[in-house]
C-alpha cells in the first residue's frame, strides 16, 4: 500500500515573492512599449502659420493657448510639456482631434491693443479665429487629451513600481541604489529600461565585485544626458519634427 504523504501549500507571501520577479521583468518592458508610442504622438511639434490656417479652415482646432516658451521644470523624463501661458505671448500651441499638440512662432501682439486687433495682418485675429473654430469642441474637447492622459498615466505605473522595487526590494547587484537612481532619471525611459535588463533579465545570482556607486551614476546621467540630448537635436535636424518632435 503506498502512503501518500501530505505536502504544505506554499504560503501566500512565498508565491507573491516568487510572482513578483516575473512581474517585473516583463511588465515593465511592456508599460514601456506601451508608454513609448503615445509619448511620441502627443509631444508637440513645431508646425507653420500655413498649417495653423489650414487646420483653422478644416474645423480642427480642438483647444489653443498662447504662450512665452515651454516650462524648463519636468521633473522626470515622463513629464508632460507645459506652456508658460501668457495672454500676449510669441508662440500659439493648438491641438487638433487626434490628441496632437502642434506649434508655431508668431509676431508678439503690441502691448496698447487687444489680441484681436494686434498686428501684423499675418497674425491679426488669429485668436479670435482659434475662438470661433474651438468653441464647437469646448463640450467634447476633453477627448483629444485622453491619449496625452495615457501617457502620463503609463509612465507613472512604470516610475512607481521601478522606484517600488529599487528602494524596498532587494540590493541592486551590479550598482548601489543611488546609482540606479540617478540612471533611472535618463530621458526617455531609458535609464529605467537599463536597470531592468541588468539587475532582472542578467543579475548575476551573486553579487560580483565592487557595485558602482551613486557619483558613477550621477556621471552617467550628466554624460548620457547630453549624449542622448546630441542625438536627438541632429535627429529632429535629418529627419524633422513629424518624425522626432519636440
Do not use: K
Amino acid at each position: 500500500m503506498v502512503e501518500l504523504i501530505p505536502t504544505r501549500s506554499q504560503p501566500a507571501g512565498g508565491r507573491w515573492r516568487e510572482a513578483l520577479p516575473v512581474a517585473l521583468r516583463w511588465g515593465l518592458p511592456v508599460l514601456w512599449v506601451l508608454w513609448a508610442p503615445l509619448a511620441w504622438w502627443v509631444e508637440p511639434r513645431e508646425s507653420t502659420q500655413a498649417q495653423l490656417g489650414r487646420d483653422l479652415a478644416a474645423g480642427r482646432v480642438v483647444t489653443f493657448q498662447r504662450a512665452d516658451g515651454w516650462a524648463d521644470d519636468d521633473a522626470y523624463w515622463g513629464s508632460r510639456a507645459r506652456l508658460q501661458y501668457a495672454t500676449n505671448g510669441w508662440l500659439l500651441a493648438w491641438t487638433v482631434p487626434n490628441g496632437q499638440t502642434r506649434y508655431v512662432f508668431v509676431d508678439q501682439p503690441a502691448p496698447e491693443t487687444s489680441v484681436v486687433e494686434a498686428v501684423p495682418s499675418a497674425n491679426a485675429g488669429w485668436d479670435a479665429r482659434l475662438a470661433a473654430v474651438a468653441e464647437p469642441w469646448r463640450g467634447v474637447g476633453a477627448a483629444a487629451h485622453r491619449i496625452t492622459d495615457a501617457a502620463a498615466v503609463l509612465a507613472g505605473v512604470l516610475t512607481v513600481l521601478w522606484l517600488a522595487r529599487l528602494v524596498g526590494g532587494a540590493p541592486p547587484r551590479t550598482g548601489t541604489r543611488w546609482f540606479w537612481f540617478w540612471v533611472g532619471l535618463l530621458p526617455f525611459g531609458t535609464g529605467v529600461l537599463a536597470w531592468t535588463y541588468r539587475e532582472v533579465w542578467r543579475a548575476p545570482s551573486e553579487q560580483v565585485g565592487e557595485r558602482s556607486s551613486g557619483w558613477r551614476g550621477l556621471g552617467w546621467l550628466i554624460l548620457a544626458g547630453i549624449g542622448i540630448a546630441v542625438l536627438v537635436f541632429n535627429a529632429r535636424r535629418l529627419l524633422g519634427t513629424t518624425v522626432v518632435p519636440g
